[in-house]
């Protein structure tokens, strides 16, 4: 099992940065591809980006790429999405997912492949 917690969202204007965590708890020593999702209301669920907890490996979506990096402390359980450059168009509730454990640099785009899930975190960009 494994628990998400995100922190980190908030009111930004467009063109600010934000950082948001993911702090990793339960059987953080395995082999997870862990993920960012958003929602915007009315829209379904997107992916954002995804890393590979002990491979390290990343993908993005074309919609974030060169604006947001994705990280991870391995020491510290955490994971982050810092997100630079900040569109109206970014705002949404932010979610942390895990999915596995997977194989060696597995990564998955699609929120059905992932099984635990954050609560979610608001991000809004004023234009």
């Known amino acids: 099992q494994v628990q998400l917690v995100e922190s980190g969202g908030g009111l930004v204007q467009a063109g600010g940065s934000l950082r948001l965590s993911c702090t990793v708890s339960?059987?953080?020593?395995?082999?997870?591809?862990m993920g960012w999702f958003r929602q915007a209301p009315g829209k379904e669920r997107e992916f954002v980006a995804a890393?590979?907890?002990?491979?390290?490996?990343?993908i993005y979506s074309d919609s974030v790429k060169g604006r947001f990096t994705i990280s991870r402390n391995n020491a510290k359980n955490t994971m982050y999405l810092q997100m630079n450059s900040l569109k109206p168009e970014d705002t949404a509730v932010y979610y942390c997912?895990?999915?596995?454990?997977?194989?060696?640099?597995?990564?998955?785009?699609?929120?059905?492949?992932?099984?635990?899930w954050g609560q979610g975190t608001q991000i809004t960009v004023s234009s």
């Open positions: 997912a895990a999915d596995g454990p997977t194989g060696w640099g597995v990564l998955e785009t699609e929120p059905k492949e992932y099984g635990y």
């Open positions: 339960g059987r953080t020593g395995d082999s997870y591809c």
């Open positions: 890393i590979h907890w002990v491979a390290g490996n990343t």
